[in-house]
């Protein structure tokens, strides 16, 4: 049910819990994506709005040198106007990390075919994330004065909302990783041509035709070659034939030919000459992919070219070796730059060097590098330092880029939204045990803001390097590895992985025993942190046990009134709560109050939270004439206290609205949800898991009123935000999977209801298992849906 969660000790923050009795509160089955619900003026717009003729953010490389693909092209278009999708993929003969060709296929196919379609969109599609800010871009293009204050959520679902009513356009989804990630868009954007490409050849089979691309072959080989070194140039039969024998010697790789043709035509080089000076040292025997050693042979020569002209493109390449491929701001690198006055037409110098030998494809104010490069440069090689060279350098631009605690939230937001990606790349890539305390600042810096904006499982991967790191350097049971195995552990806990959280926490509880004894106060926290992931995983029989020792050792230890203890107290009432034994926790929230209220005073956060929590379990007593009272203060306290949009105040105004539900005010209900999610959008953001909850908690208001052509949108938009954020089978996802059935089977869908209903309890049997109460809750429904199906 919604309201405080219990506290952990030293912590004064307060959050939600997500479940309610019977109605756990939202999602379809299906290929179909839900997104965010847009105002009707706003949605009119994307109706209205026309995109510009030619409108095509195409990357760079589309007018580059294009030879021995014409049949791939033709088979391409022949393809899609057939079925209207296709993924470009590479034969199973080709190993590696790409440079086959596949996203200059795609680039050449949409230039030559421009003209036929009204809108052509590039989307970088390695992530989900990645591909939203593909689809929210289109919306800044087409729609700027209202996308530039709108959140991403929005300007997603306002670009999908415009190819919905715009048909005949082309969206390529470069680079996908998961085929499976496209099923949404395919089935809600049947208006135009999907065009993917991949390195996985795998997994298509339910998605459309693919396209397999192989290696060129030895004409078109040399001729593209020739093409770039010669600049057009018709070569002499003998510089052909030497063309061909390099190209035979690079393995006749799209890429490591087009990065040695761009050598050639730079340098002025023979290929004769430059064949002698490819180095040998990366042999069949070197460590590394087919792919990776040709490319390393041309970057290493390369290399010494570009150093030549300007040694800054040198450093920002092996930086950028260490960020996400796509999408770099140019401005992340100037810090990089010791001249500041010179910085900006330094780094735009030094990336149209790196142009130039095709090292990175520029892409207005950002640019890219193929990953099969960045690959190459993060390898080490004897006799060199440029790998751990590009790691600092990319560091260091992290560091200093980060948001200042104090900036506005929506800019501060959007600055995170363009970091992050860069940062979880750095740590995806980096070494084992090779962080350095500034790889540690930076991780600790992102893995705070990623939990404080409900986005937990992004924070996972950089906790996960720091907990490693302690382990190598410190030792398993130094404190500060503690600290960090808990942290990672609360992390799992936040993001619905109770399977990695619960272990973690217990293996973190028994090192503290061994080495600080059963009753330091570290101990103490770390058994208390134990027993809250047990009672999130509705293991009450391991949590109330475990809390009530841990009180004992509080009262012990610290005294009755000690605000750790009355934290402890506190807890325990509210496992007692969740057990349904209200007869104990109602007396204990009662004690706990009157103590915070002795020893902290009147209006301090912590009786602030005591007073919500008691209002709670007298509302799930059914006691609402003494609920509704205390609830109404203690909103009227944080409100004074804290401020009208502090979470806290936030929390007391959906408590509010709930307990006006319960007694049948919906006149009353209905608007406090409507004011609380309003606030809590503009203030935590539209994915932030409270506006996620307040979303919900309304749509069951308009439920319980009746108002299904409210609550059915409502639900089924909440539900695609969990999914989206917290995961398909986060706790909150399934009790948000199990409202929306529940809104199907009351609107007399009950075929839609049942299909939900039987994958929701699917779940949540896996997920926590038989005998957890969600789990008893679902089973209940589904067996009440197919009753009323059989009737």
Same mark, same amino acid.
């Given at each position: ?30 290929d179909h994506a839900r997104f965010t619900v847009l105002p009707p003026q706003v949605a009119q717009s994307a109706k209205e709005v026309d995109a510009p003729p030619s409108t095509a953010n195409l990357p760079g490389s589309a007018s580059g040198v294009f030879v021995g693909r014409e049949d791939a092209l033709d088979r391409l278009r022949c393809m899609l106007t057939g079925s209207g999708d296709v993924a470009v993929t590479q034969t199973g003969a080709v190993h590696g990390l790409g440079g086959i060709g596949k996203s200059t296929l795609a680039v050449h196919y949409a230039v030559r075919y421009r003209d036929a379609y009204t809108l052509v969109w590039w989307i970088n599609a390695e992530s989900p994330e990645l591909i939203e800010a593909g689809l929210a871009a289109l919306a800044t293009r087409l729609c700027p004065h209202w996308a530039c204050g709108a959140a991403a959520e929005e300007r997603v679902a306002w670009a999908v ?30 208006? =135009? ?11 298509? @089979? ?39 024998? &390099? ?9 490591? +030919? ?13 290929? #004769? ?22 490319? /390393? ?38 810090? +990089? ?87 979880? #790349? ?64 609360? /992390?799992?806990?936040?993001? =619905? ?9 217990? $293996? ?9 004894? *059963? ?10 942190? +134990? ?11 391991? $949590? ?19 605000? *750790? ?61 003494? #609920?509704?009272? +205390? ?14 949009? @502090? ?9 509010? #609205? ?5 007694? =049948? ?48 949108? &409502? ?10 954020? &917290? ?19 009351? $609107? ?23 005998? @957890? ?19």
């Amino acid at each position: 049910m919604p309201g405080d969660v219990p506290e952990p000790p030293g912590a004064e923050a307060s959050g939600e819990r997500a479940l309610a009795a019977q109605s756990i509160g939202v999602a379809v089955s299906g290929d179909h994506a839900r997104f965010t619900v847009l105002p009707p003026q706003v949605a009119q717009s994307a109706k209205e709005v026309d995109a510009p003729p030619s409108t095509a953010n195409l990357p760079g490389s589309a007018s580059g040198v294009f030879v021995g693909r014409e049949d791939a092209l033709d088979r391409l278009r022949c393809m899609l106007t057939g079925s209207g999708d296709v993924a470009v993929t590479q034969t199973g003969a080709v190993h590696g990390l790409g440079g086959i060709g596949k996203s200059t296929l795609a680039v050449h196919y949409a230039v030559r075919y421009r003209d036929a379609y009204t809108l052509v969109w590039w989307i970088n599609a390695e992530s989900p994330e990645l591909i939203e800010a593909g689809l929210a871009a289109l919306a800044t293009r087409l729609c700027p004065h209202w996308a530039c204050g709108a959140a991403a959520e929005e300007r997603v679902a306002w670009a999908v909302a415009w190819l919905q009513w715009h048909p005949g356009w082309l969206l390529v989804f470069d680079n996908v990783e998961h085929p499976d990630r496209l099923r949404p868009y395919l089935g809600s954007l049947p208006g =135009g041509h999907h065009l993917a490409t991949s390195r996985k050849a795998t997994g298509w @089979h339910a998605i459309g035709p693919t396209l397999p691309l192989d290696l060129l072959d030895t004409a078109a080989s040399a001729d593209l070659l020739c093409e770039i070194a010669y600049g057009g140039w018709a070569p002499t039969s003998e510089q052909r034939g030497e063309a061909e024998v &390099l190209a035979a010697e690079l393995g006749y790789l799209p890429l490591a +030919l087009e990065q040695a043709g761009a050598y050639l035509h730079q340098t002025g080089k023979g290929i #004769a000459a430059y064949r002698r000076a490819l180095p040998r040292m990366l042999s069949k025997h070197s460590e590394g992919t087919d792919p990776e050693r040709t490319v /390393a042979r041309v970057w290493n020569q390369s290399l010494q070219a570009i150093r030549e002209r300007d040694p800054l493109a040198v450093t920002l390449l092996n930086a950028a070796a260490w960020l996400a491929p796509d999408n770099i701001p140019r401005t992340l690198l100037i810090p +990089l730059v010791s001249d500041v006055d010179e910085a900006d037409d330094a780094v735009d110098e030094a990336l149209g060097v790196l142009h130039a030998y095709n090292m990175v494809t520029l892409s207005g104010a950002a640019f890219s590098v193929h990953r099969l490069l960045q690959a190459v440069l993060r390898m080490p090689v004897p006799g060199t330092d440029h790998a751990a060279t590009g790691r600092t350098a990319a560091e260091q631009a992290l560091l200093v880029s980060l948001p200042s605690s104090g900036g506005p939230l929506t800019a501060t937001t959007r600055q995170w939204e363009e970091l992050m990606p860069h940062i979880t #790349a750095l740590a995806t890539n980096l070494p084992p045990a090779s962080a350095t305390d500034a790889t540690i600042k930076l991780f600790d810096r992102s893995a705070i803001q990623a939990r404080q904006a409900g986005q937990s499982a992004r924070a996972i991967p950089l906790l996960s390097v720091t907990l490693a790191q302690y382990e190598q350097v410190l030792g398993d049971t130094h404190p500060d590895t503690l600290i960090s195995r808990n942290n990672l552990a609360d /992390a799992y806990r936040e993001a =619905g992985d109770l399977a990695r959280a619960v272990p973690l926490f217990e $293996a973190t509880l028994a090192q503290y025993e061994q080495m600080l004894g *059963d009753t330091d106060p570290d101990t103490l926290i770390s058994r208390n942190n +134990l027993a809250n992931a047990y009672q999130d995983a509705g293991d009450l029989a391991r $949590a109330i046990p475990l809390l009530s020792v841990t009180l004992a050792q509080y009262e012990q230890v610290l005294g009755e009134t000690h605000p *750790d203890t009355l934290i402890s107290r506190n807890n325990l009432a509210s496992a007692y709560r969740d057990a349904g034994d209200l007869a104990r926790a109602v007396p204990l929230f009662e004690a706990t109050l009157a103590q915070r209220v002795q020893v902290l005073g009147e209006t301090h956060p912590d009786t602030l939270i005591s007073r919500n929590n008691l209002a709670g379990a007298y509302r799930e007593a059914g006691d609402l004439a003494r #609920a509704v009272p +205390l609830f109404e203060a203690t909103l009227a306290q944080r409100v004074q206290v804290l401020g009208e949009t @502090h979470p806290g105040a936030l929390i007391s105004r959906n408590n509010l #609205a709930l307990a006006y539900q319960d007694a =049948g005010d919906l006149a009353r209900a209905v608007p406090l949800f409507e004011a609380t999610l309003a606030q809590r959008v503009q203030v935590l953001g539209e994915t932030h898991p409270g506006a996620l909850i307040s979303r919900n908690n309304l749509a069951s208001a308009y439920r319980q009123a009746g108002d299904l052509a409210r609550a059915v949108p &409502l639900f089924e938009a909440t539900l695609a935000q969990y999914e989206q954020v &917290l995961g398909e089978t986060h706790p909150n996802t399934l009790i948000s999977r199990n409202n929306l059935a529940l809104a199907y089977q009351e $609107a007399g869908d009950l075929a839609r209801a049942v299909l939900l209903l039987e994958a929701t309890l699917a779940q949540y049997e896996q997920v926590l298992g038989e005998t @957890h109460p969600n789990t008893l809750i679902s089973r209940n429904n589904l067996a009440r849906a197919k009753a009323a199906q059989e009737r």
